[in-house]
């Protein structure tokens, strides 16, 4: 039960700052554990601790660590539960920026969401602010970027030939060791390899501007989509037999009169290749 109240507590946080949604509510009352409710920077006890815009949520159940994407701060921070009752950086500790390398010393300039790879012991994550798409790997103590060359566009290619733009929600397929990576700016699906970095479009609008935010997949095979500039819950309807080929897509609205609308998508040739 205090898992879940952390969880509540730092989601609502994360909810106001437009990043973070919940579509099932926790049971229990909800109360701040972490963060003293003022924006900055500081570890230390849950009661002292600061974050500032508040995005992505990652639990490591093995461990009891709650991972948290500290956008303003340009960190990942570690909230340790019920072993300690302490916040950590992981990573970002010198302020925003863009650094690969040792976590002690990586920078990241406005992390947005993450996702367990292979292990919670890899972590795949967006960096809005520098247009990338990085890796964070606990064994070996690294940073590094999987994809994109810190400058906003809409390239595909192999790791820093790609770009992207403002990325956010993100999904790891273990079976084919692919990230689906939310491309907001770029109001495009795109699929990176984390074995070469390569990157490649899978799904682009045709209906006008969609700023995709978080991303869902189901356990049967559908993909769920956040949309930050209009708001509701998209829904794409997949190819049961192949990854992400996508035909058509359809809008439940958040309201209940309003159940399906469908509207038409633009399918890439290649969408449905592996």
């Known amino acids: 039960m205090m898992i879940k109240r952390i969880i509540s507590a730092l989601a609502l946080c994360a909810w106001g700052a437009g990043t973070a949604l919940a579509f099932e509510p926790l049971p229990g009352p909800v109360m701040l554990v972490a963060g ?62 863009n650094r690969d390398g040792n976590l002690a010393s990586g920078r990241l300039q406005e992390p947005a969401q993450m996702v367990f790879g292979k292990s919670p012991e890899v972590i795949y994550l967006t960096d809005a602010g520098n ?24 390239v595909d290619g ?64 559908k993909l769920f989509a956040t949309c930050r500039n209009r708001p509701g819950v998209w829904a794409f309807r997949l190819d049961p037999d192949t990854l992400l080929s996508l035909t058509d897509i359809f809008i439940f609205s958040m309201q209940p009169n309003k159940i399906k609308i469908k509207a038409e998508l633009q399918l890439l040739p290649d969408s449905s290749e592996l």
């Open 158 to 221: 192999a790791g820093s030939e790609a770009r992207f733009s403002n990325p956010q929600g993100l999904l790891y397929f273990n079976q084919h060791h692919k990230v689906l990576v939310a491309d907001a700016g770029n109001s495009a699906l795109r699929l990176v390899d984390t074995s070469t970095g390569r990157t490649r479009t899978v799904f682009c609008s045709s209906q006008g501007r969609l700023e995709f935010q978080q991303l869902f997949y189901n356990t049967r095979g």
């Open 131 to 154: 247009h990338q798409v990085k890796k964070i790997d606990r064994q070996t103590g690294k940073l590094s970027t999987l994809a994109g060359n810190g400058q906003p566009g809409f």
């Open 36 to 97: 003293d409710g003022t924006a900055g920077y500081r570890d230390g006890s849950f009661e002292a601790a600061k974050f500032n815009g508040l995005g992505g949520l990652l639990l490591d159940t093995a461990n009891n660590i709650l991972y948290v994407a500290d956008g303003k701060n340009g960190a990942i921070r570690q909230v340790a539960l019920n072993t300690g009752n302490v916040v950590s950086t992981l990573v970002g500790k010198n302020g925003p920026g």
